[in-house]
């Protein structure tokens, strides 16, 4: 069954409105997840880590203030982007990092999420 | 700097023929993670397989098996008797083996298994 639930698949929105993203890890706890943008025919480009109880760490020409990070809990870190405009659109997917004994070490992803900004 | 290439941007192949889809890395570190992921048209990264880079041995599973050279830096993937099912987007990726170190990702090989 799926370890990580992202929520929603898919989103249509006005341009200045704000959008959040949910990502939840469903099989252990995770201290550290993961953020990536992924533009049509190309690779995941990373945007952000995300650590239980701390600040987001960004990639280098991230907007910090238009891409929210919060990781609230051992489960659940969420993605806000905010006064989303037609040049957000794009996937965005989310993964969790495995930690502990066995398969640590390994992401985990999420479905994604689609955004469209009208 | 890390740096995973996969030069192969498309493959086409008819069904039941094999397939190998290439992947080269850079990294400075001694020890990492090399990894493959499989991303079918609903856009979920799906986990295949990750190798320590001290463990050279191959894997095989199922239809599936991995060749990891680390004398030429690459960690290539085979498809025996492909199937349509097959068809996504396969990304190599590697990272460092210390905690919490996020993925780089090759640009993906688009695969394509015609019935």
């Known amino acids: 069954g799926a370890v990580v639930s992202q929520h929603p698949s898919w989103v249509i929105c006005k341009s200045g409105t704000s959008v959040k993203i949910e990502c939840r890890s469903l099989d252990f706890q995770a201290t550290t997840m993961f953020w990536y943008r992924q533009f049509p025919k190309q690779s995941l480009m990373l945007m952000a880590t995300?650590?239980?109880?701390?600040?987001?760490?960004?990639e280098q020409g991230v907007e910090k203030d238009k891409f929210l990070i919060n990781h609230a809990s051992l489960t659940l870190s969420t993605l806000t982007v905010t006064s989303a405009h037609p040049e957000d659109s794009s996937f965005y997917i989310c993964?969790?990092?495995?930690?502990?004994?066995?398969?640590?070490?390994?992401?985990?992803f999420g479905a994604g999420t689609r955004l469209s900004v009208l | 700097a890390q740096k995973v290439t996969q030069a192969q941007t498309e493959i086409s192949v008819v069904e039941k023929e094999d397939v190998t889809l290439d992947c080269v890395y850079e990294?400075?570190?001694?020890?990492?993670?090399l990894f493959w992921y499989k991303q079918p048209p609903s856009g979920e990264l799906v986990f295949l397989i990750r190798?320590?880079?001290?463990?050279?041995q191959n894997e095989i599973s199922g239809r599936y098996s991995w060749n990891f050279q680390k004398s030429t830096s690459s960690f290539n993937f085979t498809i025996t008797a492909s199937q349509v099912v097959d068809s996504a987007v396969y990304f190599c990726a590697l990272s460092e083996a210390t905690r919490n170190t996020p993925l780089v990702f090759g640009k993906g090989t688009r695969l394509s298994v015609i019935a």
């Open positions: 990294t400075r570190d001694t020890t990492y993670y």
């Open positions: 190798r320590n880079s001290f463990d050279e």
């Open positions: 995300s650590n239980e109880g701390s600040k987001a760490t960004y």
């Open positions: 993964s969790v990092l495995t930690s502990g004994n066995g398969a640590k070490n390994i992401q985990y």
